[in-house]
């Protein structure tokens, strides 16, 4: 079955430090790819997407993420983490034009100073 | 221009009884998507609209679900009658093409049945 792999729950890291979030997909083909964050109280934000291309996307907030296909991986990172960036973190795939996004279960991310 | 606005934000119902959510989708956006996740599970699908014909409907767990999507615009999903299982965060999406592009999200229901 399609699935899609986020191997941390929960993730604490400085501000200031470097932030890396995993997350695998399965199925044979490359899907599109894509990051949402959910702030709290908020709805899901899309920090960036994969169709094509350039393998190293980059999106808002100073995320990026690169597209391994090899590994099947889409990771998603941030050179400095800030406070305002913990929130939860999906990664999610669609494998057939219009058709519905599969989600992850999601990243806590906690952010200490 | 207004994002996707779900209501209410949350419902507390007993067990049995009936909860209507609305979602009304981003103006223009011809498909429209409700997921709901349950408590540490990941986000699922439940069904699809494009306009108001239901394009997708093979998440929706059962017959107690019924959603519609009247004159292409806001969107019910009707639980009838709320079962304990059903307790989760519901949420709409709008797109204004088919996927993939980027899906607008609601803030989200969240719903407990007790």
């Known amino acids: 079955a399609q699935s899609v792999t986020q191997p941390d729950i929960h993730i604490t890291v400085s501000e200031g430090a470097s932030l890396e979030l995993r997350c695998n997909y399965s199925y044979g083909a490359t899907p599109y790819l894509f990051w949402y964050v959910q702030s709290p109280g908020q709805g899901l934000q899309l920090l960036l997407k994969?169709?094509?291309?350039?393998?190293l996307v980059q999106g808002i907030k100073g995320f990026e993420a690169e597209f391994k296909r090899s590994q099947s991986s889409f990771n998603l990172r941030k050179p400095s983490v800030h406070w305002s960036d913990a929130a939860e973190y999906f990664c999610?795939?669609?494998?057939?034009?219009?058709?519905?996004?599969?989600f992850g279960k999601g990243t806590t991310l906690s952010v200490s100073s | 221009e207004a994002g996707v606005t779900q209501f209410p934000s949350h419902s507390v119902i007993e067990k049995g009884q009936t909860v209507t959510l609305r979602c009304d989708p981003i103006s223009g956006h011809d498909n429209l998507y409700w997921y709901r996740r349950v408590m540490g599970k990941e986000i699922k699908f439940l069904l699809h609209f494009v306009k108001e014909s239901k394009q997708d409907e093979s998440g929706m767990p059962n017959n107690r679900f019924l959603a519609e999507r009247t004159g292409g615009t806001y969107s019910t999903l009707k639980v009838q009658p709320a079962e304990l299982e059903d307790s989760g965060v519901y949420f709409c999406a709008s797109t204004l093409d088919l996927h993939p592009t980027e899906a607008f999200f609601g803030q989200g229901t969240r719903l407990t049945v007790v």
């Open positions: 999610a795939v669609v494998y057939q034009a219009g058709t519905a996004l599969i």
């Open positions: 994969y169709f094509s291309g350039d393998t």
